[in-house]
Structure formats: C-alpha cells, structure tokens
C-alpha cells in the first residue's frame, strides 16, 4: 500500500512539474523592448542640456534600448553603438568602487545615504543636511566620493585604477570624450565652489579643485547603450558582470547600492519614480538612464531630451512601460 501510495505521489508530481514547465512561457524580452521603442519613438518632449555646449549638440531625435539579463543575454533595438557622454551615471560605479575599498560603513559615515529633495547640484542641501554631502549621486557627494578614491590612489596612479575599474564594469575599454571633458571643465564653476565648500566643513578627501576635475573627466566618459546595459546587468546579478563573469562588487554591497539609486537615483523626482516605476535607476543628463531589477535584468535607454530634473523624457516612458510588461516593480514581491 506505502508503495503504491508513492509510485501515486511521484506521478502526481512529476505531471505537475511537467505540466508547469509546458505551461510557463519564455518572457520575449525582445518583444517588449521593441514595443517600448515604437510606442515612444515619437515623443519629443524635453531639451537636451544646453548648459553643457557638447550635450547640446547632440542629436535629440537619438533612441535607443538594450536589456541585458543576469545570464548574459543581450537585447537591443534604436540606436544602441553612438557613445554619448556618461555624466551622472558615472557616480554609481565611483561608488561601487569605493564602498569595494573602503566598506559600506565609511561610505555612510563619510558621504552619507540620504535623500536631499533638490536639485543635483544644491547648495542648500549642504547646509540642511549638517553640513554634510547628503549622498555619493549628487554632485557633493559624488565629488566627496572621488576624493576618497584619488587620496586612496594617489595623484599618480588614481586615473589608471579607476579608468579600468570602469572598463571591467562594461566589458571593454572605456575613453572619455575629450570635447565634452573641455566644455564640461569650461563651465563647472559651481562644482568647484561646492567642492571647496565640502573641504571647509571636512568632507573632502583630497584636493578639493583635482577632485572636481577628476569628477568632471569621469562625467565625460564615451559610453553606448550597450555599454550602460552591461554595467547595470553587473548589479542585476549581483555585481559580477553577465558578459564576463568577473566579480566586480560584493554581493553584500548591492542592496546597498540600489537602495541610494532607489532613494535619489532621479533626483529630486525620485519618489515619483520609484512610487510609478519601482526600479532602482539612475540618470545621466547626458541622456541615459539605467534601470536595475534585481536578479533578473537591467535595462538602459538613451534619449537626449531631459524633464526640468536633468532625467530623459522618453527614457522615462521606455523602462516604465518596459517595467509594467515585465512585472518589475521590486515592491510586487514576485
């Protein structure tokens, strides 16, 4: 009887396996991004950012997508090969490479976590915050950030260590665009009296002025969609890089990366992003932005035209629609 009851109870199972396997359908994520890209290929709301010569150059009719999933699969469609400039993106992996250095604990004790509610590049969110950079994605924080990782280094090799730090996050080599670093460098006369101001109140590392150039050039960097996709698949999975397999962040640290990006990633509109959309992103005003579900996928759109916060109009449209589709919301609990 106990065997038959067995032999019943594997049958049971194995059906119920079998059929769950047959019934569970493979997502197309190619399908859904290419839904994305038709469906807002025609917005046209927003500017590019005209305080920065270079990135008002850019072509703003420029769209692409690319989703790359925590195993390595890559899908893309628009214009996913014109490297355009990193900008603000660049903060999240100055930070991954720190907080690897020095520990999540120093980040929040020497930078801080918290969310300033202004623009990018405050100044009174200095001062409401005691006196102190807020976060490593704003430009306070993300300056007081550098200095840690060009003090740790030292002038001489600081350059070389971060450069291929970078390069591992996107699978290749990355170059910064030397006629966005000139106009960038040109006009950053605001960072440089943020930067001086976070060295009064002893948030500032090193040299306050070689850390807000070296921060500039780290804006500058040359990066394609596909590039963005890579690095933001590496904290998809748990911060080792889908395409290459190199572990780049402990995976102790991720949540705590995406919790800034989910906290301040957009900015000021940040709680209206993660309130809509539920992703852990971060903005660049270059025109990307990059969308983190955890262990599952990544996704980045590039697309000049930016809202009044310094965030993509259309990029905004994609993922949040790409986000519904794909039930990504990290608040669904699935």
């Given at each position: 009887?106990?065997t038959?009851?067995?032999?019943?109870?594997?049958?049971?199972?194995?059906?119920?396996?079998?059929?769950?396997?047959?019934?569970?359908?493979?997502?197309?994520?190619?399908?859904?991004?290419?839904?994305?890209?038709?469906?807002?290929?025609?917005e046209?709301?927003?500017?590019?950012a005209?305080?920065?010569?270079?990135?008002?150059?850019?072509?703003?009719?420029m769209?692409?997508?690319?989703?790359?999933?925590k195993?390595?699969?890559?899908?893309?469609?628009?214009?996913?090969?014109?490297?355009?400039?990193?900008?603000?993106i660049?903060?999240v992996f100055?930070?991954c490479?720190?907080?690897e250095i020095?520990?999540?604990s120093a980040?929040?004790?020497?930078?801080?976590?918290?969310?300033?509610?202004?623009?990018?590049n405050?100044?009174?969110?200095?001062?409401?915050?005691g006196?102190?950079?807020?976060?490593?994605?704003?430009?306070?924080?993300?300056?007081?950030?550098?200095?840690?990782?060009?003090?740790?280094?030292?002038?001489?090799?600081?350059?070389?260590?971060?450069?291929?730090y970078?390069?591992?996050?996107?699978?290749?080599?990355?170059?910064?665009?030397?006629?966005?670093?000139?106009?960038?460098?040109?006009?950053?006369?605001h960072?440089?009296?943020?930067?001086?101001?976070?060295?009064?109140?002893?948030?500032?590392y090193?040299?306050?002025l070689?850390?807000?150039?070296?921060?500039?050039?780290?804006?500058?960097?040359?990066?394609?969609?596909?590039?963005?996709g890579?690095?933001a698949?590496?904290?998809?999975?748990?911060?080792?890089n889908?395409?290459?397999?190199?572990?780049?962040?402990?995976?102790v640290?991720?949540?705590?990366?995406?919790a800034?990006?989910?906290?301040?990633?957009?900015?000021?509109?940040?709680?209206?992003?993660?309130?809509k959309?539920g992703?852990?992103?971060?903005?660049?005003?270059?025109?990307?932005?990059?969308s983190?579900?955890?262990?599952?996928?990544?996704?980045?759109?590039?697309?000049?035209?930016?809202?009044?916060?310094?965030?993509s109009?259309?990029?905004?449209?994609?993922?949040?629609?790409?986000s519904?589709?794909?039930?990504?919301?990290?608040y669904?609990g699935?």
């Amino acid at each position: 009887m106990k065997t038959t009851v067995a032999l019943l109870l594997v049958m049971v199972l194995g059906f119920t396996n079998s059929y769950s396997q047959k019934s569970a359908k493979p997502v197309d994520y190619n399908a859904v991004i290419n839904e994305a890209f038709q469906l807002f290929k025609n917005e046209k709301g927003g500017k590019n950012a005209n305080y920065i010569p270079f990135l008002d150059k850019v072509d703003p009719d420029m769209y692409g997508i690319v989703l790359v999933t925590k195993e390595g699969q890559v899908y893309q469609v628009g214009e996913t090969r014109y490297e355009f400039g990193i900008e603000s993106i660049e903060k999240v992996f100055t930070l991954c490479m720190a907080m690897e250095i020095f520990g999540d604990s120093a980040i929040l004790e020497k930078v801080g976590a918290a969310q300033t509610g202004l623009p990018f590049n405050s100044v009174p969110a200095i001062e409401q915050n005691g006196q102190k950079p807020s976060n490593p994605l704003v430009n306070a924080g993300a300056m007081a950030t550098t200095s840690l990782l060009t003090s740790h280094f030292g002038h001489a090799d600081a350059w070389d260590k971060v450069n291929t730090y970078f390069g591992r996050f996107a699978g290749r080599p990355l170059t910064v665009l030397d006629e966005l670093y000139k106009s960038e460098a040109a006009t950053n006369e605001h960072n440089q009296a943020i930067a001086m101001l976070l060295k009064s109140y002893g948030y500032m590392y090193d040299d306050p002025l070689y850390a807000c150039d070296f921060y500039t050039k780290q804006c500058s960097y040359g990066v394609t969609t596909r590039d963005l996709g890579i690095m933001a698949g590496t904290l998809a999975n748990g911060g080792v890089n889908p395409i290459t397999k190199e572990r780049l962040l402990k995976e102790v640290y991720v949540p705590r990366v995406l919790a800034i990006m989910g906290t301040t990633g957009l900015y000021e509109t940040t709680g209206d992003w993660m309130y809509k959309v539920g992703l852990p992103s971060k903005s660049g005003v270059g025109g990307g932005i990059i969308s983190v579900a955890p262990g599952r996928f990544a996704v980045a759109v590039f697309s000049p035209r930016l809202d009044k916060a310094g965030n993509s109009v259309r990029a905004q449209e994609a993922i949040k629609y790409i986000s519904e589709k794909l039930s990504a919301n990290v608040y669904l609990g699935r």
